[in-house]
Every structure is written in C-alpha cells, then in structure tokens.
C-alpha cells in the first residue's frame, strides 16, 4: 500500500496550491478518502472527507468554501484544490484511505507534504 502526496509549497497569503494524493495497493474506489493537516503544536485535524458510497464530501468549517476535495478514481488519486490560502492553513497535510468492512478497519496514511503560507 502506498499514498505518496505532492503538491505542497510556499505561497502567498491570497494564493492557491493543488495537492495530489497518489495511491496504490488497495481498491481505492471503495475507500472513503480524506485530507488532515497537523500545523506545528498542534493536533492532527480533518480537512476534507470524499466518501467512497455516493461520492459525497465533507469539510472542516475552517476551510470551506476555500477548499475542494475531489478523487479521480480510475487515477487511484485524491486532491485537494486550496484557494484563498490564509497563514493560518500553514501545516503538513496528509492523505488517509479509511474503510471499515465486515467488522475489519482498514486505514492508510501518506508521508505528508508541507504547505506554508507566508509573504
């Protein structure tokens, strides 16, 4: 199994970043997708949700309307459009691949790809 983010960099406050998730070694259609953060001294939070069942998304307060979640699944690759990027958005950011089937969890994490915001 392997979940390998890229996309992460320095910008702008105001500016926007694409991250990419790239997956393989499990049915990544069937796994509800998500994107945390961990900013530094702070706990791991969720970003994003893209659920695997009906496609629906989810987002943290903080970033919605600011940030869109979307998965290619015949890419196995998950992403995460930032716009109108603020300081506070400064963190590593993760990619995780969660399904719970029959009783049996199954949760996958990235490496990571920083993303600092900062003029």
């Known amino acids: 199994v392997q979940l390998v983010e890229s996309g992460g960099d320095l910008v702008q406050p105001g500016g926007s970043l694409r991250l990419s998730c790239a997956t393989s070694g499990f049915p990544f259609s069937s796994y509800d997708m998500s994107w945390y953060r961990q900013a530094p001294g702070k706990e791991r939070e969720l970003v994003a949700v893209?659920?695997?069942?009906?496609?629906?998304?989810n987002y943290a307060d903080s970033i919605k309307g600011r940030f869109t979640i979307s998965r290619d699944n015949a890419k196995n690759t998950l992403y995460l459009q930032m716009n109108s990027l603020k300081p506070e958005d400064t963190a590593v950011y993760y990619c995780?691949?969660?399904?719970?089937?029959?009783?049996?969890?199954?949760?996958?994490w990235g490496q990571g790809t920083q993303v600092t915001v900062s003029s």
């Open positions: 995780n691949a969660l399904r719970l089937s029959w009783g049996l969890r199954s949760n996958y």
């Open positions: 893209s659920t695997s069942a009906g496609g629906s998304t």
